[in-house]
């Protein structure tokens, strides 16, 4: 069966600091994959997608990035954190084929003081 | 451009029916999907319905779907405490087969004992 692990689960940084955060699927290949931002009292942000290995597509300016250095893995990224960086950021991947449903990692809930 | 809005509260008494609208704007979606959300966890997906369909129910779950509006709701009978969370709407944005999913600001739905 298909699982999706997403980490650390929670971090709390400095403004300034670097990040990185992970995510891995397990149990199919060639998915694809996204990363959403869920910031408090706010609905759900695409910021990520990627259809392959090395094809990022960004959805908003900012001081993110995103990087796909295998089939099954989604990192994203940022040099230098900013308070309006802090949130619940989600991993998600979806098959091909079959009605298109996303499937979630648990989220990473980033604290930028 | 992409844009899907929902309510952000709705306070309903156990046992009641719960109804969820939300507005979205690309046509070209094959499907539209109601997810749900836990506190401080990934989203679910709670159910789903195909562009050309005008209603599906599931179990307690009844999705109107009307396209002339772009209008999506998604009702809930015999509203448990359970149920609580928040629910998202969100459409697959089918574009050029990339599968750019655009979700709602979200409900957050309270059920009350």
């Known amino acids: 069966s298909q699982t999706i692990h997403q980490w650390p689960a929670t971090l709390v940084q400095p403004v300034g600091s670097p990040l990185s955060l992970e995510c891995t699927v397990e149990?199919?290949?060639?998915?694809?994959l996204y990363w959403y931002r869920q910031a408090a009292g706010r609905g759900l942000q695409l910021l990520f997608y990627?259809?392959?290995?090395?094809?990022i597509s960004s959805e908003v300016p900012q001081n993110l990035s995103a990087s796909r250095p295998q089939d099954r893995q989604f990192i994203l990224s940022s040099k230098k954190l900013l308070l309006s960086d802090s949130g619940f950021y989600l991993c998600?991947?979806?098959?091909?084929?079959?009605?298109?449903?996303?499937?979630f990692g648990e989220g990473s809930r980033l604290t930028v003081l | 451009g992409e844009d899907v809005e929902q309510s952000l509260f709705l306070s309903v008494r156990e046992g009641d029916s719960s109804v969820i609208n939300c507005t979205y704007t690309?046509?070209?979606?094959?499907?539209l999907y109601w997810y749900k959300q836990e506190p401080g966890a990934g989203l679910q997906l709670l159910t789903y319905?195909?562009?050309?369909?005008d209603m599906k129910q599931d179990q307690r779950l009844t999705v109107l779907l009307n396209k002339k509006d772009k209008h999506l709701s998604l009702r809930i009978a015999d509203t448990q405490t359970g149920d609580s969370a928040i629910y998202f709407c969100?459409?697959?944005?089918?574009?050029?087969?990339?599968?750019?999913?655009?979700f709602g600001t979200g409900t957050r739905l309270k059920v009350l004992a």
């Open positions: 998600a991947w979806r098959a091909s084929g079959g009605t298109g449903e996303l499937f």
């Open positions: 149990g199919t290949s060639n998915p694809n």
């Open positions: 990627s259809v392959g290995i090395g094809q």
């Open positions: 690309d046509s070209s979606s094959t499907y």
């Open positions: 319905i195909f562009s050309n369909m």
């Open positions: 969100a459409e697959d944005g089918t574009t050029s087969g990339t599968y750019k999913y655009i």
